[in-house]
């Protein structure tokens, strides 16, 4: 929102970065995953000795795959930026954002960390209100470190940068200062937090086909980032606000499958198979209940919505197609996002693996370079590629869902 008060150049460059950073940081959310299934499953069973391992060993690996991120983030942004074709009016800004957060990238998570374990035992509301928290101030700080109000400088998109490390700096303490204090009944030691071979296998078995699934779909996306960046700034910022309301209004259904994965764990590692069945179910009725009504909203007045975050007429008039198109197929996705909170709940996270690469290189790439560019329809082929996609990946994920499966992926005496 800020951003937008600079002009559309400003507003671009946290849009151009985001699939390419968001590429890199999906290694260590696909491991955090099989953190989540492995303490949801240990509590299922009633080990806590076990949740606290699985804590320990979910933290070490974390904590050296940001590091990891973040040298191969820093060395690799300004290649990647001339590899997407990034028009030379928002280089710098973009740059500039992007070697500023992976600088910051363990903050990010040593959440990741707080996440996955509260998630596993299903405190789910102890992460969310820490995030709450943490885009509050990040919200709060942004005009600040942006305009240079008070005594702060004015940073532009550089402050932006800074205003969300600062917040998620201060997250990650909290977040660790509730692991260590054993406040919610399982507390990070650091005897757990040497790596064993057999655990360690066991994360890579589960949480690589995630991360690559995930880091896979996020390359298409920047991929995807780079047809739009062939249609000017406006398209650009249309799409990138789109994408964030769209991000805004899904995060409660992702929410809600974050939750499936915990009960669906907690369930199988208690033997109750039938439970984890019903959850799954459950959760396509919550999620269904949340993302109609916005969706709705958004296909009848996206201009509306648009127009708040930036004033440009033709970014608002991209902007409402684009939201006419993809609002009914994000609807659709909505199962998708019950689904894969069910598998990866079960450690089956193969067929996730599969079906988030085909979303992006089966369906919507090539889906929307022949609209845009063969066909001529320009921009409108991308709204359309993401419809297409979005739609066909929830289709067969229930289809998989239904087979019934998934519940025998992982054994209890394997956790």
Same mark, same amino acid.
């Given at each position: 929102?800020?951003?937008?008060?600079l002009?559309?150049?400003?507003?671009?460059?946290?849009?151009?970065?985001?699939?390419?950073?968001?590429?890199?940081?999906?290694?260590?959310?696909?491991?955090?995953?099989?953190?989540?299934?492995?303490?949801?499953?240990?509590?299922?069973?009633?080990?806590?000795?076990?949740?606290?391992?699985?804590?320990?060993?979910?933290?070490?690996?974390?904590?050296?795959?940001?590091?990891?991120?973040?040298?191969?983030?820093?060395?690799?942004?300004?290649?990647?930026?001339?590899?997407?074709?990034?028009?030379?009016?928002?280089?710098?800004?973009?740059?500039d954002?992007?070697?500023?957060?992976?600088?910051?990238?363990?903050?990010?998570?040593?959440?990741?960390?707080?996440?996955?374990?509260?998630?596993?035992?299903?405190?789910?509301?102890?992460?969310?209100?820490?995030?709450?928290?943490?885009?509050?101030?990040?919200v709060?700080?942004?005009?600040f470190?942006?305009?240079?109000?008070?005594?702060?400088?004015?940073?532009?998109?550089?402050?932006? &940068?800074v205003?969300? *490390?600062?917040? %998620?700096?201060? /997250?990650?303490?909290?977040?660790? @200062?509730?692991? +260590? =204090?054993?406040?919610?009944?399982?507390?990070?030691?650091?005897?757990?937090?040497?790596?064993?071979?057999?655990?360690?296998?066991l994360?890579?078995r589960i949480?690589?086909?995630?991360?690559f699934?995930?880091?896979a779909?996020a390359?298409?996306?920047?991929v995807?980032?780079?047809?739009?960046?062939?249609?000017?700034?406006?398209?650009? &910022?249309a799409?990138? *606000?789109?994408? %964030?309301?769209? /991000?805004?209004?899904?995060?409660? @259904?992702?929410? +809600? =499958?974050?939750a499936?994965?915990?009960?669906?764990?907690?369930?199988?590692?208690?033997?109750?198979q039938?439970k984890?069945?019903?959850?799954?179910?459950?959760?396509?009725?919550?999620?269904?209940?949340?993302?109609i009504?916005?969706?709705?909203?958004?296909f009848?007045?996206?201009?509306?919505?648009?127009?708040?975050?930036?004033?440009d007429?033709?970014?608002?008039?991209?902007?409402?197609?684009?939201?006419?198109?993809?609002?009914?197929s994000?609807?659709?996705?909505?199962?998708?996002?019950?689904?894969?909170?069910?598998?990866?709940?079960?450690?089956?996270?193969?067929?996730?693996?599969?079906?988030?690469?085909?979303?992006l290189?089966?369906?919507?790439?090539?889906?929307?370079?022949?609209?845009?560019?063969?066909?001529?329809?320009?921009?409108?082929?991308?709204?359309?590629?993401?419809?297409?996609?979005?739609?066909?990946?929830?289709?067969?994920?229930?289809?998989?869902?239904?087979?019934?499966?998934?519940?025998?992926?992982?054994?209890?005496?394997?956790?």
């Open positions: 929102y800020f951003l937008g008060k002009g559309p150049d400003e507003l671009s460059a946290p849009t151009v970065a985001f699939p390419i950073i968001f590429f890199l940081i999906l290694f260590g959310i696909g491991l955090s995953v099989a953190g989540t299934t492995l303490i949801a499953q240990s509590k299922g069973k009633g080990s806590w000795e076990k949740v606290d391992f699985y804590l320990g060993q979910s933290t070490t690996i974390l904590m050296i795959t940001s590091v990891l991120i973040a040298l191969f983030g820093i060395a690799l942004t300004c290649p990647l930026l001339r590899l997407l074709q990034t028009p030379e009016g928002i280089f710098d800004f973009t740059r954002y992007m070697l500023i957060i992976f600088t910051g990238m363990p903050f990010m998570f040593g959440f990741l960390v707080l996440q996955a374990a509260m998630q596993g035992i299903g405190k789910t509301m102890v992460p969310l209100a820490i995030q709450a928290a943490t885009v509050a101030l990040n709060a700080l942004d005009p470190l942006i305009f240079g109000l008070g005594f702060f400088p004015a940073l532009g998109v550089q402050g932006a &940068a205003a969300t *490390v600062t917040a %998620r700096a201060l /997250g990650s303490g909290a977040a660790f @200062a509730l692991l +260590i =204090s054993g406040r919610y009944g399982m507390r990070l030691r650091w005897a757990n937090m040497r790596p064993e071979a057999r655990s360690v296998r994360f890579l949480g690589l086909p995630s991360s699934g995930q880091a779909a390359l298409g996306f920047t995807l980032q780079g047809i739009v960046n062939s249609f000017g700034t406006a398209v650009i &910022a799409f990138g *606000v789109g994408n %964030r309301l769209i /991000g805004l209004f899904n995060m409660p @259904a992702m929410g +809600i =499958s974050r499936t994965t915990s009960l669906v764990g907690q369930h199988l590692g208690a033997g109750e039938d984890a069945k019903e959850t799954v179910v459950l959760s396509i009725i919550v999620i269904q209940t949340l993302l009504p916005t969706m709705t909203l958004t009848f007045y996206g201009s509306s919505f648009v127009r708040f975050f930036v004033d007429p033709e970014a608002i008039r991209y902007g409402a197609e684009l939201f006419r198109v993809v609002a009914p994000v609807v659709f996705f909505g199962f998708f996002h019950a689904v894969t909170g069910g598998l990866q709940g079960a450690g089956d996270t193969k067929p996730v693996m599969y079906l988030n690469i085909s979303r290189w089966l369906l919507r790439l090539p889906v929307a370079y022949f609209l845009s560019f063969i066909v001529g329809i320009g921009p409108a082929g991308i709204w359309w590629g993401m419809f297409f996609s979005n739609s066909l990946t929830a289709a067969i994920g229930l289809y998989y869902l239904r087979r019934g499966t998934w519940v025998d992926v992982l054994s209890p005496e394997e956790v």
